[in-house]
């Protein structure tokens, strides 16, 4: 094992690099688009040249990273970051490895972008598998090493992620043909998909300041306290948030192929059904841990830090709100013209800064921050409708309230009031683990109902009866 210093040491050093990190997620989401769109258009060579180039912006973005970190990322490290003298060396050479881990990493995103394109969710998910499985396999095998380590643990972390990259670009060469390297000189494409990724960097910015922005505020105006409570609410929240993105990670390049193809009727189709269902499935993981957030926080840590309970709460409602609107920023990237999305939700997102600070510097709750968090994200979901609209002309905005809004509405309601008259008879108030389960079944089940009775269309009911009888068989 780590050890309590030395895993605090790693997450510190890897924290200087994920800083340095931003352009990855920005980039590999752009090239994902740009695969989809050409897969969706049918046009193999247009999608051999886009592959080429988006592994010569990837390497560039390599030596640019290497750049940076073994300078201003090294001499960050070794002059500001609160490490014990007797750690220091071992903190530089597991900084060399997590440098290396990162590059690794950023050169299997064109790899990697490409299965999800295809849609090939089984691959994907293997290798995932892989990779989670061999980093638990690390924490078991450490003690055995007779060497430092927190070194041994940033090299075999390095080596399990050149074992995932060598995976993903092996599968892609051998089954794809235009996974065949070439070098294209297509100045054109090379800009246009530079300034497509510039703006993703932007939105992506703007969701690290708001984040990072709002540790600082609580932290300029409560004790670190407040800071450990927000820490757990993040950790159950992006735990939370896995379900949802896992399904829409197989979403996302259908959406983008019907709109290359002109089938905007089924792009539309789609998009509602997604929106409601990432909801849905929030939601059905939400509920239980909004009623019982004490109990399993007790359960968890023993002693529950003051905040933590709401702000958890509230964090999941975002949360909520966040996947309905994952589908709306899909279609609004899958045109290509993103300047104008990203330039108002991302700048409307970081409006929670100014608006945390003047509500806390009113002496209000710590809790202020994360109730305007979650009208901005109201707000941005409206104002991702209207952008929407104006970049595809024919999307019908009354349809998808009333087969969003509405049904998620309805749904929400219904579970809620259903749940609150449960829990009012008083006779699970009690916390011990019999009431605990009894609680969270009526809960999971109240959410299933509402959901089979309010979320889902006559047709889509029948849908899922008859998957679940083939199942069954």
Not at 40 to 65: A, D, H, Q, W
Not at 126 to 149: C, E, M, Q, R, T
Not at 174 to 202: A, M, P, Q, R, V
């Amino acid at each position: 094992m780590l050890g309590v210093v030395d895993y605090g040491i790693y997450n510190v050093v890897g924290g200087v690099v994920a800083m340095m990190s931003i352009l990855n997620g920005a980039m590999t989401s752009s090239i994902q688009r740009y695969y989809s769109y050409e897969i969706g258009r049918g046009n193999p060579e247009l999608l051999r040249k886009t592959f080429c180039i988006s592994v010569n912006i990837y390497v560039l973005m390599c030596l640019i990273f290497f750049l940076l970190a073994e300078s201003l990322g090294l001499w960050f490290l070794n002059t500001h970051l609160v490490i014990p003298q007797e750690r220091l060396t071992a903190a530089n050479w597991v900084y060399q490895y997590t440098i290396f881990t990162m590059i690794a990493s950023m050169l299997s995103n064109p790899f990697n972008a490409m299965i999800i394109a295809h849609e090939k969710m089984s691959i994907f998910a293997y290798i995932s598998i892989a990779d989670v499985l061999l980093k638990l396999g690390i924490v078991f095998l450490l003690p055995i090493f007779p060497y430092d380590n927190l070194p041994t643990y940033g090299i075999l972390l390095f080596l399990v992620q050149l074992f995932v990259t060598t995976l993903n670009s092996i599968y892609c060469i051998t089954k794809y043909s235009e996974c065949k390297y070439k070098l294209y000189k297509d100045i054109s494409l090379h800009k246009e998909i530079l300034i497509y990724s510039g703006w993703n960097i932007f939105g992506s910015m703007a969701s690290v300041v708001k984040t990072q922005g709002l540790n600082v505020l609580l932290n300029m105006f409560f004790n670190p306290a407040v800071n450990a409570a927000r820490a757990i609410a993040n950790q159950v929240n992006t735990a939370v948030m896995q379900m949802g993105n896992n399904f829409y990670s197989a979403v996302r390049p259908q959406l983008t192929k019907l709109y290359a193809q002109n089938n905007h009727n089924e792009m539309f189709h789609l998009m509602f059904w997604s929106s409601r269902l990432s909801f849905f499935l929030i939601l059905i993981i939400s509920l239980p841990i909004i009623v019982q957030c004490r109990f399993i926080l007790n359960l968890w840590l023993g002693i529950v830090p003051e905040y933590s309970v709401s702000f958890i709460q509230i964090m999941v409602w975002i949360s909520a709100v966040d996947a309905m609107a994952s589908p709306l920023m899909t279609a609004a990237h899958s045109t290509g013209k993103n300047a104008l999305y990203q330039s108002l939700v991302g700048t409307t997102i970081l409006l929670n800064i100014p608006l945390s600070y003047l509500f806390l510097k009113n002496n209000y709750s710590p809790t202020i921050v994360f109730y305007i968090s979650l009208i901005i994200s109201v707000f941005c979901l409206f104002l991702r409708v209207f952008i929407v609209k104006l970049l595809i002309k024919d999307f019908p905005i009354l349809g998808y309230i009333k087969n969003v809004f509405i049904r998620s509405f309805a749904v929400t309601l219904s579970a809620c009031t259903l749940i609150y008259v449960f829990m009012s008879t008083n006779i699970y108030a009690e916390e011990t683990i019999f009431n605990f389960i009894i609680v969270t079944f009526f809960t999971f089940f109240s959410t299933i109902v509402t959901i089979a009775l309010f979320g889902l269309s006559k047709k889509e009911r029948y849908k899922i009866i008859e998957i679940v009888k083939k199942r069954m068989r």
